[in-house]
């Protein structure tokens, strides 16, 4: 009876069973360095007052009537507001696409740069 291929098989287990137990170790080492810390009551206390402060300011843009750019004449409408107008406008619908069309313009429009001065020394 020959014992190497028996010390051998034994060889290739424990080689394999050891990698598997490094790579499991190097894992938990991996994991254990990687976690965040805990938030702090502070944190939280911070995000939940910037959430109320973000859902009063959407409050406020949903339902207050304001300026956007007074020079081009752009208003920001109460959603209520602006629905009764789109109802309105949009029984005649070539004349609202038309409408439409004209205010993005307006409001998108860029003036062309002013024509360069020839130079003096020309």
Known sequence: MNPAPQRTTLAYAIGILGSLLIVAGLVWV???????????????AMRAKNLSELRGAE???LNTTAWIDQPKGLVRLRIQDAMALVERAWQ????????????VEKATFVPPPPPAQPSPFE
Do not use: F, V
Not at 33 to 43: G, S
Not at 96 to 103: G, Y
């Open 59 to 61: 409050n406020d843009a």
């Open 30 to 44: 991996m994991h254990r360095y990687a976690q965040p810390p805990p938030l702090a009551e502070d944190r939280k």
């Open 92 to 103: 005649n619908p070539p004349a609202a696409r038309s409408n439409l069309i004209a205010r």
